[in-house]
């Protein structure tokens, strides 16, 4: 008797026990050049553990995995945690949002932590450390081509990131981004950066091009543009050595600013300027064409306003061609053919107008004029294009008739349909209407509440014998899972350690909801030994199996872009295989 109630008691306690999930910050207030440590710890083995964004900080670490069980005078503990290193981007007060767990079916969450961010502090340094510093050892420079252009000429900003042989570059993050406010602006994407050397403040240094821009002022005067900011991790050579001899490198981080840089945009000169004059400046082709002079009634043609050459071909519009009333014209279809290098751009853009005739005869285009400012001489040039004549071969004459009233002797052409418009069929509806009462939509609408009775009743079935298989619900949950986080991965292919934890969360999920296992049954040698009783492809085993524990090692270790895409185009085709495979 006395065993039954120790065993009874140890079940109730078990049913007591509460499930622990909280975060823990390592301090509350730190200066902005401090770092924090993050713990999300819990007493169960939780799911599909989510990380909050950490808005306001960035993670230089982690997550690191800590699980530890013991049995202790019969009662056990377990403990699992997350922990992460974060650097504040900002100062204020920041929050730590929640992170989340999946146990037994129920969602779990942390509460936000408040974290008081203060100015950099001054950090104690060791006095026998007589390593080197980052300090005039690493410059972020913009270049700018030209610092007093005219309104719509082009310049250039090239940023570049100079750093001496003393230390090495591992990895640069974006904090403030430049803005071109008064100026339209041209990113020109690097592609792949090139490690170059060249002389900076007297000495020899080594430096990458990061970004190149192409700028146009739209206003004249003082313009400002706005530093690009980046966060840079380096490694400094310290005087101290290992066992065997070898330099010890200590791992730091910069913050580098190109600071802002002044433009004093001339206005364009007044003397000479053309009363058409639409802001074009550059050096220019104008020219207007007809796809064809003759055609017969019924036919169209294309009359193009074309202009090309060198300048802000993009901040301009066409002139617009005057044609006489005879000939319809629709409006344009705008078409650019244009490139953007590092000198501005260059190509063409145009208008193209239908032009449809109404009457025989010969019209004339009236010659059109184009003006633009032009940089090599300094003055504004006017280009004319030559008259069109238009010949319509046949079709209707048109009545011309002259106005006697004003005596001007004006043309006016008479319509030949003046009741083109003019409806010719009515549609007539009775004035009295059948009264709705007794109608057949009446009767439609009082029975449509009783036919619908049986399908709710069968719908409401479905759902509860939906909701009570169990095990049904949690495949389907983890087969959703594995889809999501799978998709999250493909979203995230250019930041390496999201990517990786994305994609092992979909790995994980996907051998759930195929094997009916949980996590704490995710062994190397059970998953293996499953998955060969259901008759998988060994090759796939070993494949999926190694690249699950590369995705723990990938996240820290360095990786190109072409190795992640190999890394999820390899999950894709290893899940494809495996799900045939099981099926």
């Known amino acids: 008797?006395?065993?039954?109630?120790?065993?009874?008691?140890?079940?109730?306690?078990?049913?007591?026990?509460?499930?622990?999930?909280?975060?823990?910050?390592?301090?509350?207030?730190?200066?902005?050049?401090?770092?924090?440590?993050?713990?999300?710890?819990?007493?169960?083995?939780?799911?599909?553990?989510?990380?909050?964004?950490?808005?306001?900080?960035?993670?230089?670490?982690?997550?690191s995995q800590?699980?530890?069980?013991?049995?202790?005078?019969?009662?056990?503990?377990?403990?699992k945690i997350y922990s992460y290193y974060l650097m504040p981007n900002q100062k204020g007060n920041l929050v730590i949002k929640q992170a989340t767990i999946e146990y037994n079916g129920q969602v779990y969450k942390t509460s936000p932590i408040r974290v008081n961010v203060t100015a950099a502090v001054e950090q104690p340094k060791d006095p026998n450390d007589t390593s080197v510093s980052v300090d005039n050892n690493l410059y972020l420079v913009a270049d700018v081509s030209k610092t007093s252009p005219y309104v719509n000429e082009p310049i250039t900003v090239?940023?570049?990131?100079?750093?001496?042989?003393?230390?090495?570059?591992?990895?640069?993050?974006?904090?403030?981004?430049?803005?071109?406010?008064?100026?339209?602006?041209?990113?020109?994407d690097v592609k792949q950066l090139a490690l170059e050397e060249g002389m900076f403040k007297g000495e020899r240094f080594r430096y990458v091009v990061l970004r190149k821009t192409v700028l146009y002022p739209q206003k004249s005067g003082k313009l400002t543009i706005e530093p690009l900011s980046l966060d840079i991790d380096v490694q400094l050579p310290t005087n101290r050595r290992n066992m065997f001899g070898q330099m010890q490198i200590k791992e730091d981080s910069k913050r580098v600013s190109a600071g802002a840089r002044t433009i004093t945009v001339k206005p364009l000169p007044e003397a000479g300027k053309p009363a058409d004059f639409s802001g074009a400046v550059g050096s220019f082709d104008f020219k207007v064409t007809p796809s064809k002079s003759a055609l017969k009634n019924g036919e169209s043609l294309d009359l193009v306003v074309s202009v090309a050459g060198k300048g802000n071909l993009k901040l301009f519009s066409l002139p617009k061609p005057v044609v006489p009333n005879a000939l319809e014209m629709y409006d344009a279809?705008?078409?650019?053919?244009?490139?953007?290098?590092?000198?501005?751009?260059?190509?063409?853009?145009?208008?193209?107008?239908?032009?449809?005739?109404?009457?025989?005869?010969?019209?004339?285009?009236?010659?059109?004029?184009?003006?633009?400012?032009?940089?090599?001489?300094?003055?504004?040039?006017?280009?004319?294009?030559?008259?069109?004549?238009?010949?319509?071969?046949?079709?209707?004459?048109?009545?011309?008739?002259?106005?006697?009233?004003?005596?001007?002797?004006?043309?006016?052409?008479?319509?030949?349909e003046q009741f083109k418009y003019i409806k010719l069929q009515t549609k007539l509806e009775p004035i009295t209407a059948n009264d709705f009462f007794g109608s057949n939509l009446f009767y439609s609408l009082l029975l449509i509440p009783f036919?619908?009775?049986?399908?709710?009743?069968?719908?409401?079935?479905?759902?509860?014998?939906?909701?009570?298989?169990?095990?049904?619900?949690?495949?389907?949950?983890?087969?959703?899972?594995?889809?999501?986080?799978?998709?999250?991965?493909?979203?995230?292919?250019?930041?390496?350690?999201?990517?990786?934890?994305?994609?092992?969360?979909?790995?994980?999920?996907?051998?759930?909801?195929?094997?009916?296992?949980?996590?704490?049954?995710?062994?190397?040698?059970?998953?293996?030994?499953?998955l060969l009783s259901k008759n998988a492809n060994p090759e796939s085993i070993n494949e999926f199996i190694a690249l699950t524990e590369n995705c723990e090692i990938a996240r820290y270790a360095p990786s190109s872009s072409a190795t992640i895409q190999k890394d999820y185009e390899k999950a894709v085709s290893i899940i494809s295989d495996l799900e045939k495979q099981l099926s």
């Open 451 to 530: 036919g619908l009775v049986p399908i709710i009743i069968l719908a409401k079935n479905k759902k509860e014998a939906i909701d009570g298989d169990v095990v049904g619900n949690r495949i389907k949950r983890n087969n959703r899972l594995a889809k999501k986080y799978l998709s999250e991965a493909k979203k995230q292919i250019n930041n390496k350690e999201p990517f990786y934890v994305a994609l092992e969360k979909a790995m994980h999920n996907f051998l759930k909801a195929k094997l009916h296992i949980e996590t704490s049954e995710m062994s190397k040698d059970n998953i293996k030994e499953i």
């Open 333 to 416: 279809v705008h078409n650019e053919q244009v490139n953007t290098p590092l000198s501005g751009m260059a190509g063409k853009i145009s208008d193209s107008y239908t032009i449809i005739p109404q009457y025989k005869g010969d019209y004339p285009i009236k010659p059109m004029q184009f003006s633009y400012f032009d940089l090599n001489s300094g003055r504004y040039k006017t280009i004319t294009s030559p008259e069109i004549i238009i010949k319509v071969l046949d079709g209707p004459t048109q009545v011309v008739a002259s106005d006697s009233n004003s005596g001007t002797g004006k043309n006016q052409v008479v319509a030949n």
């Open 66 to 79: 800590q699980v530890s069980q013991s049995w202790v005078n019969g009662r056990s503990s377990f403990e």
């Open 158 to 188: 090239v940023y570049k990131l100079y750093f001496s042989y003393n230390i090495g570059i591992t990895n640069w993050r974006e904090l403030g981004k430049p803005k071109y406010n008064d100026f339209w602006s041209q990113i020109i």
């Open 1 to 63: 008797m006395k065993r039954y109630l120790i065993l009874l008691l140890l079940c109730f306690q078990g049913l007591s026990a509460q499930v622990q999930f909280e975060a823990k910050v390592s301090k509350n207030t730190l200066g902005l050049n401090e770092r924090l440590r993050v713990d999300f710890v819990m007493n169960i083995d939780g799911d599909n553990f989510d990380e909050p964004s950490f808005e306001g900080f960035r993670v230089i670490a982690g997550p």
